[in-house]
């Protein structure tokens, strides 16, 4: 059974960094494209990044470049985001997704909350 | 970017009866090498992340029930569900991989009559 567990989500304050994991199981990690999709009430979902299985190429949406990182350990299954010089509009809830650029998303995680606020 | 956009916003349907949910795309999905779209629909339920239903337009993902289907025409895309159940109650997404970024339509609001 595929399964995603997404952590690091939580209250920081505009311009702080939070770093979200997201360990995987159940499939062969390094097999698959991963990704980062947000979703807000107002704007809905949002795909922020993907990253390739061997971790060679990433692609980020233009509202995080310079600001987020797209990373993995395909050694622990995990998937990373680094989230630099956050901003208020950077609050949402943050889903860990299998899938990604020229693949749909057949698997999601239960999502983490990430709050920036003073 | 693909503007992926959805109609109605909102849709209250009797149990047992058909339910149709259209989207557009701004431009073509697909992708003439392997002449497939590269649409997908997703299914979310209150405090759930969404659910894949339905990829490269029409293929259903495995273990959604029968009566989900997609289809497709030029850059107009529909989910029917043939027979609607209480448990299909949701909001409903399309979703296009065939450019970077990935875009969601706005969401389908899909209530019981």
């Known amino acids: 059974e595929v399964q995603l567990l997404e952590s690091g989500g939580g209250l920081v304050q505009p311009g702080g960094s939070l770093r979200l994991s997201c360990v995987s199981s159940?499939?062969?990690?390094?097999?698959?494209?991963m990704s980062w999709v947000r979703q807000t009430p107002g704007k809905g979902l949002e795909w922020v990044s993907t990253i390739t299985g061997s971790g060679e190429s990433t692609y980020y949406v233009d509202s995080v470049k310079g600001r987020f990182t797209i990373s993995r350990d395909n050694s622990k299954n995990t998937l990373f985001l680094q989230m630099n010089s956050l901003r208020a509009d950077d609050t949402t809830v943050y889903y860990c997704?299998?899938?990604?650029?020229?693949?749909?998303?057949?698997?999601w995680g239960q999502g983490t909350l990430v709050t920036v606020s003073s | 970017d693909i503007v992926m956009t959805q109609s109605p916003d909102s849709l209250a349907v009797s149990l047992g009866e058909r339910a149709t949910i259209n989207c557009k795309s701004s431009q073509s999905v697909l992708y003439s090498s392997n002449n497939k779209n590269y649409l997908a629909w997703y299914q979310q339920k209150p405090g759930q992340p969404p659910k894949l239903l339905i990829y490269?337009?029409?293929t259903r993902e495995s273990g959604v029930p029968d009566r989900f289907s997609g289809s497709e025409s030029g850059t107009d895309f529909t989910l029917t569900i043939s027979s609607l159940q209480a448990e299909d109650v949701a909001v409903y997404y399309c979703q296009q991989y065939y450019n970077t970024p990935p875009t969601f339509g706005q969401g389908t609001k899909l209530e019981i009559k």
């Open positions: 159940g499939f062969t990690f390094s097999s698959y494209a």
């Open positions: 997704v299998r899938g990604g650029v020229r693949w749909y998303s057949d698997y």
């Open positions: 490269w337009a029409s």
